[in-house]
């Protein structure tokens, strides 16, 4: 009898694998060429054109908000309407970011408070908004309180230079009068940081060598606000402002943020600070006790405690959820269509598409702009996630 | 020498003393605990006792109960106007074609009592026979669903899907979309983790593609461009086009939930499985498997939380779900003007499930925990 140690062919392992890898591939090579060859047979069937003709096209509507890019009616193409989406898109995901971030840590730390109360209110804060869908939100805000209970623009309510009303935030925005004294001062500020940054490298030498710490982080911003004054004033007061003034039915001059915008932007900050505000409340607790009393056994004091023990370790445990938080924020700011705030989903999805009919091209691009961000917030977390991991034990 | 008799008798204990236990104390320590924390507790009460009475007496007290018609709450406007969502309430839980024939209401009262005296004994810690119960609320309920809502046979008049509205139709969304997703979810999980590299490759661009996307442009790809991608002749209605967006946005959160259990399978569980001669597939689904649910259970009630909240997003593209319905209801011409009670009524609605399931996942999560207690 002779002794076969053979497997057969078709149960090998790893002949199997392969088997199966190539099955798989050439499902989904068939699953996407069919979409593919559905698609065109559709688009033929139905007359449609598609392509990226019509970015040259002028756009026959009006946006109302681009504050960097320049619009005119009449002129502007769909390609810059495109841009000018990603934009507002951007603008808007910025300072939702940092209001959600201050907001978020306070509550976090409210939250931890051992005020039994000042507790129980975060608490309370936190499930009221993280338990409610983010739309239904932003309608809120914008449709049953924003809206019925700001005046009219002839009685906005006045801070400074700055109005509100139910159309929107009027403020001022700066002028440049004089480009070379811009630039003069630009250089000036670049040259003021880099002096700082060297007080921060010997304040820190000198740390090392005597143990003398000095206030480095306040006295660096103190010094950028301080010097970043005197400095304006030394390159000859190179903006001027351009302040809103009532005119017979609305503000003229200055720069408007419209009322969407700003619902928007409230409920964003909201909504997301409530999830940071757990985060922050996580990667606190995650710090174990022993961490604090081995640093009051060194003699270290409760600032010291705080600064040099907890948070650094909390962060740790922070920062990637929050991150994630950020492109959350990023792709919910897409919910601006609700009140008719002008970035990428609401211009460029809904606008243009219905404009130009062009489903196919407009959706590919306005996904492939998410993506785009979605690919770099990863890129950004797995840089922190490996930074983190090297100066661990 | 000790005498042998006497015994070591404690003392009772004495009580604790007066300034550390009972209500005094504990005021002083968690209300007055420091300067500081006095101020907060006096600022929280101040806050509290001026705007609390003001929302509870626009809600409850000077509230408009009664009526069937807006003449009473433009007569009192001090109050809330709950005659509005009381006239419309069948109207925002079980959409139009069940708001206008009031006949018919008892098949989504049906279907919505069927589907909680199946859900609360399984989120009960002590019911027996929970994988029935399980199985019968994923398979003979939804046909349930289908034949009392859908209807059109034993004698039950059509309500086809572009009918259904309110509640309803949210509740559907999110049923269907966890459905279908959780399947989809496992075996996108296996294959980012199997061994292959071409099959991993697959279930990770799947993955991140449209983790990648909000859902709202999902929405309106699958609106707009899902009859593209079909022969001609295959026709989907808007509903049904929304709940193939949604399962296959779930599908890869759902994934990711599933995929976090599986690593926190130990090694040895794999090992043990191969040592005992079973294959891939006998090995997955009866070692690894029912280990790495179970552990992943909070996290896809999280993805399923998320997805609740998200079905709102319908509205936007102009379908009827809960959040619609009440806005829709309060902009019409017989009850325009009161957004307000429409937006917190749905909000309310929202809030008790989200709130409830996510209570669910925390206290689950704890006592999955128990062995990693420090």
């Known amino acids: 009898m002779t002794q076969n140690t053979r497997i057969p062919f078709h149960r090998d392992p790893a002949v199997r694998a392969i088997a199966a890898q190539v099955v798989a591939l050439l499902l989904v090579i068939y699953g996407l060429y069919s979409v593919f060859e559905n698609t065109v047979n559709n688009l033929v069937a139905r007359g449609m054109q598609t392509g990226t003709g019509f970015f040259d096209e002028v756009a026959p509507f009006k946006i109302g908000f681009s504050p960097f890019l320049d619009f005119s009616l009449g002129e502007t193409t769909y390609l810059e309407v495109f841009f000018i989406g990603i934009q507002n898109t951007i603008l808007i995901a910025v300072l ?298 | 020498m000790t005498d042998q008799n006497s015994q070591f008798v404690p003392i009772p204990d004495r009580p604790a003393p007066a300034t550390t236990v009972g209500p005094v104390a504990w005021i002083r320590d968690n209300l007055f605990g420091s300067v500081s924390s006095s101020l907060t507790t006096l600022l929280f009460l101040y806050l509290f006792f001026t705007y609390v009475p003001l929302f509870i007496d626009w809600a409850i007290l000077s509230a408009n109960w009664t009526g069937s018609d807006r003449s009473v709450c433009d007569a009192n406007r001090e109050g809330a106007c709950w005659t509005f969502i009381g006239v419309r309430l069948e109207q925002i839980l079980f959409g139009l074609y069940f708001g206008s024939n009031p006949d018919q209401v008892w098949r989504p009262v049906t279907v919505f009592i069927v589907f909680f005296a199946l859900l609360i004994p399984l989120m009960m810690e002590r019911t027996p026979y929970k994988k029935w119960l399980a199985l019968t609320l994923l398979i003979p309920f939804p046909v349930l669903f289908y034949v009392l809502i859908h209807g059109g046979s034993f004698g039950i008049p059509v309500a086809d899907t572009t009918q259904w509205g309110g509640f309803l139709l949210t509740f559907a969304l999110a049923f269907v979309g966890i459905l279908f997703a959780l399947p989809l979810g496992i075996l996108l999980a296996l294959g980012r983790r199997s061994d292959m590299p071409v099959i991993r490759a697959i279930c990770v661009t799947y993955i991140e593609f449209w983790r990648g996307t909000p859902l709202i442009t999902i929405l309106f790809m699958a609106s707009v461009m899902l009859p593209l991608f079909f022969p001609a002749g295959v026709e989907f209605d808007k509903v049904v086009r929304a709940m193939i967006g949604i399962t296959l946005f779930q599908s890869a959160y759902t994934a990711e939930a599933v995929r976090g259990g599986l690593s926190a399978i130990p090694k ?16 997955t689904a009866f070692i690894i498997l029912p280990q790495a649910l179970k552990i992943s259970i909070p996290s896809i009630v999280n993805t399923f939380i998320a997805l609740f909240k998200d079905t709102s997003l319908v509205s936007i593209i102009g379908l009827l779900d809960l959040l619609n319905m009440a806005q829709t209801a309060s902009r019409s011409l017989e009850w325009n003007g009161y957004d307000m009670e429409g937006y917190l009524f749905a909000g309310f609605i929202f809030w008790m499930f989200c709130y409830g399931m996510s209570r669910y996942s925390q206290n689950l999560e704890r006592k999955l925990d128990t062995d990693r207690r420090h």
């Not at chain 1, 938080?325 to 990428?344: D, H, P, R, W």
């Not at chain 1, 917030?377 to 991991?389: D, E, K, P």
């Open chain 2, 268 to 283: 040895g569980q794999y090992e043990a499985a191969m040592a005992l001669g079973l294959g891939y597939w006998r090995r």
């Open chain 1, 96 to 393: 939702g970011i940092i209001a959600a971030t201050l907001l978020g840590f306070f509550v976090g730390v409210v939250r931890l408070s051992p005020n039994w109360l000042a507790s129980r209110a975060a608490l309370g804060y936190i499930e009221m908004f993280r338990n409610t869908p983010l739309l239904l939100q932003i309608m809120f805000w914008n449709f049953a309180v924003f809206l019925p209970s700001l005046p009219a623009p002839k009685n906005s309510i006045e801070m400074g230079f700055v109005y509100l009303n139910a159309r929107g935030i009027h403020v001022p925005t700066p002028v440049v009068e004089d480009s070379t004294g811009l630039w003069i001062w630009m250089a000036l500020l670049m040259a003021l940081c880099i002096g700082l940054y060297r007080f921060a490298r010997l304040a820190k030498a000198r740390f090392e060598e005597t143990g003398e710490r000095l206030p480095v982080f306040w006295i660096n911003i103190l010094g950028f606000l301080a010097g970043g004054y005197v400095l304006y004033f030394v390159a000859g007061s190179p903006l001027g402002w351009d302040t809103p003034e009532l005119g017979r039915f609305n503000f003229k001059g200055g720069g408007q943020l419209p009322l969407p915008m700003f619902s928007l932007w409230f409920a964003l900050t909201v909504y997301t600070s409530a999830f940071i505000a757990e985060n922050v409340r996580a990667g606190i607790q995650s710090v174990s006790h022993g961490q604090t009393e081995a640093a009051h056994a060194l003699g270290l004091s409760r600032k010291d405690t705080v600064n040099l023990v907890v948070i650094p370790q909390a962060l740790r445990v922070i920062i990637p959820p929050t991150i994630s938080q950020y492109l959350n924020l990023t792709k919910n700011s897409s919910l601006a269509v609700a009140v008719g705030f002008e970035e990428i989903v609401a211009l460029w999805a809904g606008i243009t598409l219905n404009q130009t009919g062009q489903a196919l091209i407009i959706i590919a691009m306005t996904i492939a702009v998410y993506e785009c961000l979605s690919l770099f917030t990863s890129a950004v977390l797995n840089w922190y996630n490996r930074r983190v991991q090297l100066t661990e034990r």
